[in-house]
Each structure stands twice: as structure tokens, then as C-alpha cells.
């Protein structure tokens, strides 16, 4: 009896494969010292008051018990609207837009519905690490495609010849975490040729869709010829309402994958916090175009800021067309690792940053941090300050 009980009274096979995230490490390790934590996407800027004061009114109302499985109608309305001003899309609020808990839970929700154990999918190298441990956590293989360094462009043949019988899709970042690449319509148009031509689900993680840079235009794969009813275009508000810890987001799909995918949502999650769907549509209604506008530009002087100093550091930094993050060159911090060199730069400035490898596959991204940029002024100039006396 106690054999038996030790071969049962065991981990998955899953499980030792999928360890805690680095970002998560980081952060702790970043905290126990009381640094700057550059390591986590937590966006920790002020709430729009809009979005403030109706979740207060929202919980104060008795906003506070379940919503329907897709969310609350005038969320799913006010989403259609922000997709046909935006994006470009046109979504049926009542049967082709899901509102979930966050991005991620868009995203396993997605992969659930649509995926089986031992299919492939297709990911971007370097890759934002929940992605990839999604389809890790469900036996689905992630088949990674390297982007060029630094410059991050795609290679088509390369990417064509990762396409196997078992590949059933690819997940798409524009703009990407963690470097910033944001996909050019060209770039999109022969991703939906591969797409279409081998019958491939699209995934889109589109979270950082207003953190653009330079003039650089988003565009959502959906709205490509050939590609709505293959595409899950995913989104949320944690970003562009720094509301990270609230855990609304959605995505919109053909009415044939939504109701499987909802239902998956119900399963795992239940629904999205309901008073937080209340406030997401207030900032949806409230905010004009000036408010998004306004995220590019104070966070691109954020990114100029943070890359000047990293370049002072002696970390040259590829230079992010959007999203908040930036991978830098650590060539010159003492360690092997790239998970080594993060906890060297920490103990000597006390910046947090997180190990490129987290981003890669086995062996790549060891001399790569990534940083991040979406901070209070104060606490970025701490940051930045710290980072330049590297370079002395």
C-alpha cells in the first residue's frame, strides 16, 4: 500500500516543466530590497477618473454579484463601438464579443476551446512567457520562430517551414512584449497567406494596441482579407487604464468559437470582476481620442528616458516601437545567466529588470534584460538616475 500511494501522490508530468515566472521572482526580490521594480508590467500610474469613480458607484450600486458568462451588456456594446473606431472591426456584441478575466484568461480560454493535447502552435521568438506556458500547461507544443535581433523581422521562409500536419495556429503580439515590435500591415498580409493557405487559427494579443511610437500604426490581424473567421483578436483595460489588478479584458471572434470559448471562460474564471466591467465601460464611453493619444506620447518620453539611461549604462537598448518594455544588452554585467545578471544589476543599483531567457528558448536570451516603463515620473527617475551611475 504505501508503493502504490507514493506512485499516485505525485506532480503532473506537466507540472515540473512550468516554473514560477521570473517576473514574479524578480518582483519579490526587487521588493525585499525596496528597489525599483522595472521588472514586472504592472503599470502602477494613476487610474482615469472615470473609470475611478465608476467602480466606486458600481460597487455602491450593488454591482457585486455575477454577470452574465460574456459580460455585461453595456460593456459588450461599448467594445463593438471601440472595435469599429479603432480597429477597424465589426463585432456583433451579442454573439461574437467575450468580455474575460484579463487577457490571460482570453487567452486560455481561447486555447482550450479551439486547441487539442499535441497540436502545435506557432510563436514569435521572443516570446511574453504566459503565452507560451498557456499552451505548455494544456500539452499543446509551442513551435518557436525567432525574430532577428534587435531588429526584430520576421523570416518567412523560416516560418513557413515550421508549419507541420500537426500546426493549427499561431499567436500573434502587435505590439509585442517583450521587445516592442509592432507588425506592419506587409508583415500581416503574409502571416493570413500562411494562415489561410494552411487553415491556421490566429491568436492575437492586441493588449498594448495604444502604446505606439513614432507614427506607428496598429493594425489588428482581423481586419485582413480572408482572416475574421480564423482570428481571436484579443484586448483588455489593464494597460491603458492601469487597472493591471482588475482583471477585465475581452476579445471578439466568429460566433462559431465564442460560445466554446465562453464556455471554458465560465469554467475557469466565472466572469470578470462585475463592478470593474461597469467602470471599463464608463472609461470606454467617457475618454475621448485625446486620452489614448496622450498614452503615446507621455510613454514615449518614458521610453526615451529609460533608453537614454540604459545607453549610459553601458546596456544598449533596441529601441521599442511600442508596448512598455525595452530589451537591453547585458553583455557587460558580471554572470552566466541572464537570471544571474538581473540579480547582479539589482544588488549593485537596485533596478529590478528580468532575465531575457524568460522570453526564449533553451540557451538564447542569456545576455538580454528586459526593463520596463510604465512607472510614476518619481520612480522612473530613480531608476534612470541609478542606471547612469553604471555607466561612471
Known amino acids: 500500500m ?15 516543466h512550468i516554473i514560477q515566472s521570473e517576473i514574479r521572482s524578480m518582483t519579490v526580490e526587487c521588493d ?40 455585461i451588456a453595456v460593456l459588450r456594446q461599448a467594445i463593438a463601438e471601440k472595435f469599429e473606431h479603432y480597429n477597424g472591426l465589426i463585432a456583433n456584441p451579442d ?5 474575460t478575466s484579463g487577457a490571460t484568461g482570453a487567452m486560455s480560454s481561447a486555447c482550450l476551446a479551439l486547441f487539442d493535447p499535441g497540436d502545435q502552435v ?58 516592442g515590435k509592432v507588425l506592419t500591415r ?32 496598429h493594425v489588428s490581424p482581423a481586419t485582413i482579407p480572408g482572416m475574421a473567421e480564423r482570428t481571436i483578436t484579443i484586448s483588455g483595460f489593464s494597460k491603458t487604464f492601469s487597472m493591471t489588478g482588475w482583471r477585465v479584458g475581452y476579445l471578439t471572434a466568429s460566433s462559431k468559437w465564442i460560445p466554446a470559448i465562453g464556455y471554458f471562460h465560465d469554467l475557469g474564471y466565472v466572469c470578470s470582476p462585475s463592478p ?61 545567466t541572464a537570471s544571474i545578471k538581473a540579480r ?18 533553451p540557451g538564447r536570451g542569456e545576455n538580454v534584460l528586459r526593463f520596463c516603463f510604465a512607472k510614476q515620473p518619481a520612480e522612473l527617475d530613480r531608476a534612470s538616475t541609478a542606471l547612469r551611475l553604471l555607466g561612471v
Open 344 to 361: 547582479t544589476l539589482l544588488r549593485a543599483t537596485g533596478v529590478g529588470a528580468v532575465a531575457g531567457s524568460a522570453f526564449y528558448g
Open 32 to 71: 525585499a530590497i525596496g528597489g525599483v521594480n522595472l521588472a514586472q508590467g504592472v503599470c502602477d500610474t494613476p487610474l482615469p477618473a472615470p473609470v475611478l469613480e465608476a467602480a466606486i458607484r458600481a460597487i455602491q450600486d450593488g454591482y457585486n454579484i455575477y454577470t452574465r458568462l460574456d459580460g
Open 186 to 217: 506587409a508583415e500581416l498580409e503574409e502571416i493570413a497567406a500562411l494562415a489561410i493557405e494552411h487553415d491556421l487559427f490566429v491568436i492575437t494579443d492586441e493588449i498594448y494596441e495604444y502604446f505606439l511610437y513614432q507614427g506607428h500604426p
Open 2 to 16: 504505501p508503493a502504490a500511494t507514493e506512485r499516485n501522490l505525485r506532480l503532473s508530468e506537466t507540472a515540473p
Open 95 to 99: 454573439t461574437e464579443i467575450l468580455v
Open 122 to 179: 506557432i510563436l514569435f521568438e521572443p516570446f511574453y512567457g504566459y503565452h507560451h506556458s498557456t499552451l505548455l500547461s494544456m500539452r499543446v507544443e509551442p513551435v518557436l520562430v525567432p525574430l532577428a535581433d534587435a531588429t526584430w523581422e520576421i523570416d518567412f521562409d523560416r516560418l513557413r517551414a515550421s508549419i507541420t500536419p500537426r500546426t493549427r495556429g499561431l499567436v500573434i503580439n502587435t505590439p509585442g512584449n517583450p521587445c
Open 276 to 336: 470593474f466591467q461597469h467602470a471599463a465601460a464608463a472609461g470606454l464611453r467617457a475618454l475621448p481620442d485625446s486620452f489614448y493619444h496622450g498614452l503615446a506620447t507621455e510613454y514615449q518620453q518614458k521610453r526615451d528616458q529609460l533608453c537614454d539611461a540604459l545607453t549610459a549604462a553601458g546596456l544598449l537598448p533596441a529601441v521599442p516601437a511600442g508596448a512598455y518594455y525595452v530589451l537591453a544588452d547585458a553583455s557587460k554585467i558580471d554572470g552566466e
